[in-house]
C-alpha cells in the first residue's frame, strides 16, 4: 500500500454542487494531516489543516478517519474558481510530510 | 503572511552547466524542503535542512547538492544539469526544529526548468 493515495480524477462537477474526495494513508501513526490546492503552473496553497475533530472553512470541510486511515474533504455549493487540483499531505514513518498526487477537480459552468 | 520567493520563475539550462536555484523565507521558519514536480510522479522531496548547515536526503538527491548557509536562504545546486532533471522545482518552508516536521509547509511559486 503506498503512503498516501488519492484518486487522481478528474472529478467533472457542475457548478452548485458538492464533491467530495477522499485521501488514505498507511501509517496508522501520522499525526499531522493538511489539504492543499494546486492551480495549474503554480505552487502547492494550503488550503487547511485536518484536525482530528474535523474542520470546516466556509464551504469547506474535512475530516479524519482513524479507523479506515483516511481523510477527506468536502466542498459545498462548489464554484467554478475551485477548479484545481487538490492535495493531500501526511506525516509519514520517517516523520517527513508526504503528498499526494493530487486529484483534479473541473466545475462546469 | 508567510513568503517563500524563488530566485527565476523560468530557467533555460545546457546539459552539464551548474545551476543555482535560491529559495528565502522571511518567516524565521526553521525548515526548509527541495522538491521536484512531475506530471504523474506528485512532489518528490529532494533535499531538506532543520538548521542552518544541516542538510538531509530526500527521496531523489542524485545528481543534487544543497546549501544552507543562513537560516532563511536554501540553494538547490545541479551540479552537471542534465536533461532528465527539466522539471518544476518547489521550495518549501515550515516552522519548527528539527524532529518537529508535522507543521504545514508553505511554498515558493516555483522554478520551471528546462535542460537541453
Known amino acids: 500500500r503506498k503512503e498516501v493515495e488519492q484518486d487522481p480524477g478528474p472529478f467533472n462537477v457542475p457548478e452548485g454542487a458538492t464533491v467530495a474526495f477522499n485521501c488514505t494513508y498507511s501509517?496508522?501513526?501520522?499525526?499531522?494531516f493538511f489539504w492543499y490546492r494546486q492551480d495549474c503552473r503554480k505552487e502547492p496553497k494550503l488550503l487547511m489543516s485536518?484536525?482530528?475533530s474535523g474542520n470546516e472553512d466556509g464551504r469547506f470541510t474535512a475530516q479524519l478517519n482513524r479507523a479506515s486511515q483516511y481523510i477527506s474533504l468536502l466542498i459545498r455549493d462548489s464554484k467554478l474558481s475551485d477548479s484545481a487540483t487538490y492535495l493531500c499531505?501526511?506525516?509519514?514513518?520517517?516523520?517527513?510530510?508526504?503528498f499526494g498526487k493530487g486529484t483534479r477537480l473541473h466545475i462546469l459552468p | 503572511d508567510v513568503k517563500v520567493t524563488q530566485s527565476s520563475r523560468y530557467l533555460v539550462k545546457r546539459t552539464g552547466e551548474k545551476v543555482f536555484l535560491e529559495c528565502v523565507q522571511d518567516?524565521?521558519?526553521?525548515?526548509m524542503f527541495w522538491y521536484r514536480q512531475d506530471p504523474g510522479l506528485g512532489l518528490r522531496l529532494i533535499y531538506f535542512?532543520?538548521?542552518?548547515?544541516?542538510?538531509e536526503k530526500g527521496d531523489i538527491p542524485e545528481g543534487y547538492s544543497v546549501s544552507r548557509e543562513k537560516k532563511e536562504r536554501f540553494s538547490l545546486i545541479l551540479e552537471s544539469a542534465s536533461t532528465n532533471q527539466t522539471s518544476m522545482y518547489l521550495c518549501?518552508?515550515?516552522?519548527?526544529?528539527?524532529?518537529?516536521?508535522?507543521?504545514?509547509?508553505?511554498f515558493g511559486p516555483g522554478t520551471r526548468l528546462t535542460v537541453l
Open positions: 501509517n496508522s501513526a501520522s499525526q499531522s
Open positions: 518549501a518552508s515550515s516552522i519548527g526544529g528539527e524532529g518537529s516536521s508535522y507543521n504545514e509547509q508553505f
Open positions: 499531505a501526511v506525516n509519514g514513518r520517517d516523520d517527513k510530510i508526504i
Open positions: 485536518v484536525y482530528s
Open positions: 535542512s532543520y538548521d542552518v548547515k544541516m542538510k
Open positions: 518567516m524565521d521558519h526553521e525548515n
